[in-house]
């Protein structure tokens, strides 16, 4: 084996020894990375639970979930965003919410991403996924409140989760169109996901 191969068998193996590359685990829950070892799984059983919902809001759902994702680096994701909400399963088959503000950023040194209007705020710090795309570990609050914190599993009273937090994965699905995909969101849905266009 030549230097070539060599150099780049090591270079391989010391960003995926980094603590960014590894962050994401360190950081979540139990059992937030067991909800997002089942993405797959829950965007499967959302999609049939949305079966019966208007034809409108099918292809809203669809024309997000159904496109391949690929890597980029942050970098191209970086700055402010249209973004939506669509839940799936749960309370209701779909439900397609209105266009509201997003940002891609940094806070202390980190990537971060923030929902910044409407009356339901999120935001949280991202981390390399080894799919190429960005585990989003973050907490949900209303508007008028404090913005909550993502918990990293210190639930009160023995709870696996706060209601506040929230586990996603980030992914480009195309020019200017993201999406993060969250698993079995702690309350009202089967399955969120947020579309992201610019």
């Known amino acids: 084996m030549g230097k070539g191969p060599l150099l780049e068998l090591a270079a391989a193996l010391i960003i995926c020894a980094t603590p960014a590359f590894a962050a994401w685990q360190n950081r979540a829950s139990p059992y937030d990375a067991?909800?997002?070892?089942?993405?797959?799984?829950?965007?499967?059983?959302?999609?049939?639970?949305?079966?019966?919902?208007?034809?409108?809001?099918?292809?809203?759902a669809r024309a997000v979930l159904n496109r391949n994702s690929h890597a980029v680096p942050i970098a191209s994701l970086k700055g402010t965003w249209r973004c939506r909400t669509i839940k799936?399963?749960?309370?209701?088959?779909?439900?397609?919410y209105s266009w509201f503000t997003c940002r891609i950023g940094e806070e202390h040194g980190h990537p971060y991403f923030e929902k910044q209007t409407g009356t339901q705020h999120f935001g949280g710090s991202l981390y390399p996924h080894e799919s190429g795309g960005f585990v989003f570990l973050g907490g949900m609050n209303w508007s008028k409140d404090k913005r909550a914190l993502y918990s990293s599993g210190r639930a009160s009273l023995g709870a696996e989760t706060t209601?506040?937090?929230?586990?996603?994965?980030?992914?480009s699905i195309g020019p200017n169109v993201a999406r993060i995909e969250f698993p079995y969101p702690a309350q009202e849905s089967t399955f969120d996901v947020i579309e992201l266009r610019r």
């Open 88 to 96: 799936l399963g749960g309370m209701a088959p779909v439900v397609v």
């Open 163 to 171: 209601p506040s937090d929230a586990v996603g994965l980030l992914s």
């Open 34 to 60: 067991e909800r997002l070892s089942h993405l797959d799984e829950a965007r499967a059983n959302a999609m049939q639970d949305a079966q019966g919902a208007s034809e409108k809001d099918l292809a809203a």
